[in-house]
């Protein structure tokens, strides 16, 4: 049973406009959660994080907002530039220990047209 | 800043052969974690240390082994390899205890002949 849902394999968007990437988790006990950027061959790249204990976070472009009761996340984009073009995944940990394990979603190939 | 460095970056193996991926965190990270993507999948955590002790182990098959080493550099050894084991390896680290921002390295391609 996958913990950790994208369930939109695909997003596409116009540039400038906003991109609302989405994300639903199973497991109630997770409290820390992050995105990821990622091109083909390469290494995940970190973009923001939010914990449990708050219901958004915003960094530049990007803002995350959490809904703990509806066990969902998203990211927002604004405004989206063709260089955020990528697979993003969401990502959902525990925060008790070092060492904790990220469980991935499946992902989301954003792609934003010029 | 400096990154997660991963060696070698592309590797070539035979069944039944033996690989050995190399991982070295970020200065001053103390945890370092392994996961493997398969083509058109997310990715899937192996096995984790924290300050040179196993933290965490997920599905990592009984022929793989790895361990942090007292520089914190860490390495994922794999024997007796088999086809599906050809994926893209990366390793992560991070500074402290639970809830730190995972950090990825460039990941190694390994494919099994």
């Known amino acids: 049973d996958q913990q950790v849902k994208q369930n939109s394999p695909s997003l596409s968007v116009q540039e400038g406009r906003i991109s609302i990437l989405n994300c639903d988790y199973t497991n109630s006990m997770f409290d820390y959660f992050l995105w990821y950027k990622k091109y083909p061959a390469e290494g995940p790249t970190f973009l923001i994080s939010i914990s449990s204990i708050k219901d958004k976070n915003e960094d530049g472009r990007f803002t995350v907002f959490l809904n703990k009761s509806a066990k969902h996340l998203s990211l927002h984009i604004v405004p989206s530039q063709p260089g955020d073009s990528a697979v993003y995944f969401c990502a959902a940990s525990f925060s008790n220990n070092a060492g904790n394990m990220l469980t991935f979603g499946g992902g989301t190939r954003l792609m934003v047209k010029p | 800043a400096a990154g997660v460095i991963q060696s070698p970056r592309h590797l070539i193996k035979e069944k039944r052969e033996t690989a050995t991926l190399k991982c070295y965190p970020i200065?001053?990270?103390?945890?370092v974690y392994w996961y493997q993507q398969g083509p058109g999948q997310d990715p899937q955590f192996l096995i984790s240390f924290y300050e040179k002790m196993q933290s965490d182990k997920g599905s990592i098959p009984d022929r793989f082994s790895a361990q942090q080493f007292s520089d914190y550099h860490s390495e994922l050894n794999m024997s007796s390899l088999e086809l599906g084991d050809s994926a893209l390896y990366f390793c992560a680290s991070s500074s402290g205890p639970g809830g730190d921002t995972q950090y990825f390295g460039p990941g190694t391609r390994l494919t099994v002949l």
């Open positions: 200065p001053r990270h103390d945890t």
